[in-house]
């Protein structure tokens, strides 16, 4: 969707640990939510040209990664991901 994306690149430090970088695109504030397995943290909130940083252990299983503004998460800014 047009105004409701947010480039996400993951990078691996040691075993399941991830570093999650945020850049939104758009106007609105945004934020990264992680859900799945035990799992609920949450990324700063940042505006555009701004960036942010998530550090999470994943364990094996499934993730859901979503923008926590409003009706995003409705109108497509979600992710499933699978650590295996």
């Given at each position: 969707?047009s105004?409701?994306?947010?480039?996400?690149?993951?990078?691996?430090?040691?075993?399941?640990?991830?570093?999650?970088?945020?850049?939104p695109?758009?106007?609105?504030?945004?934020?990264?939510?992680?859900?799945?397995?035990?799992?609920?943290?949450?990324?700063?909130?940042?505006?555009?040209?701004?960036?942010?940083?998530?550090?999470?252990?994943?364990?094996?299983?499934?993730?859901?990664?979503?923008?926590?503004?409003?009706?995003?998460?409705?109108?497509?800014?979600?992710?499933?991901?699978?650590?295996?």
């Open positions: 969707m105004g409701h994306r947010v480039h996400i690149r993951t990078r691996r430090n040691h075993l399941r640990c991830r570093n999650i970088h945020i850049r695109y758009g106007d609105p504030p945004r934020a990264l939510e992680i859900e799945g397995e035990g799992i609920e943290e949450s990324s700063d909130t940042i505006g555009p040209g701004e960036t942010t940083e998530l550090t999470v252990t994943l364990e094996l299983g499934t993730y859901e990664l979503y923008c926590p503004f409003g009706n995003h998460q409705d109108q497509g800014m979600t992710v499933e991901i699978t650590v295996e």
